[in-house]
């Protein structure tokens, strides 16, 4: 769940607007079915097995009456607790209290199980980080290489994608500081990636 609510907290996604549709009742309920078709939708939790989601299916189902009986997953709930609104139209029993509890409390930054949290090094790859870090200021510096070409490729507000004018006047710099455009990070780890096949 800690997973789950740092993957939303950094997207644009409103996790509520995937299942919304499917609960015909409006009771805030919906079929396991249907939550696995929600959240597949909304391409968050791509990479989450089969098993970890059953185990959030298990975790917000619940026993309800015989003619809601295909609609057992408590969705308000589960998104609630993902992304809070303080709704209080959403009602939680004292096993979903205390888990929002946790999650609230839960602080990324200091703890090593976090997802995104940054794991020590062995002393092996602190000695092998440190060797490719000065191969790689080598290779920049000896073969003249452009940073800042390269990083700006992929920024899409230069010209549509090139950097032309930096080219003409920047030729051979080495900053890696891509001003005045911003990359994401994905893309200056593809430019890195770039970097490190010219040490092979």
């Not at 939550?35 to 098993?51: I, N």
């Not at 992304?83 to 509890?101: A, F, G, H, I, S």
Request: charged share 25%; glycine share 6%.
């Amino acid at each position: 769940m800690t997973y789950m609510r740092q993957r939303l907290s950094n997207s644009s996604v409103f996790l509520m607007e995937f299942f919304r549709d499917y609960d015909s009742t409006k009771r805030g309920y919906i079929s396991t079915h249907d939550m696995l078709r929600g959240l597949d939708g909304c391409r968050c939790f791509q990479d989450m097995s089969r098993g970890e989601k059953g185990l959030v299916v298990r975790f917000f189902s619940e026993d309800r009456p015989q003619q809601f009986k295909d609609q057992t997953f408590n969705y308000a709930v589960f998104c609630e607790i993902l992304q809070p609104t303080n709704d209080t139209r959403v009602q939680m029993n004292n096993v979903y209290q205390r888990l929002k509890e946790e999650l609230d409390a839960f602080n990324p930054d200091m703890s090593l199980d976090s997802p995104y949290a940054i794991q020590p090094l062995t002393p092996e790859g602190e000695l092998r980080c440190k060797y490719l870090k000065r191969k790689l200021k080598h290779k920049i510096t000896s073969t003249r290489v452009s940073a800042r070409e390269l990083l700006g490729d992929y920024d899409p507000h230069l010209n549509g994608g090139t950097v032309g004018w930096m080219k003409k006047t920047s030729k051979h710099t080495q900053f890696l500081c891509n001003l005045p455009g911003c990359i994401s990070r994905s893309q200056y780890m593809r430019v890195m990636r770039v970097l490190a096949l010219l040490l092979l």
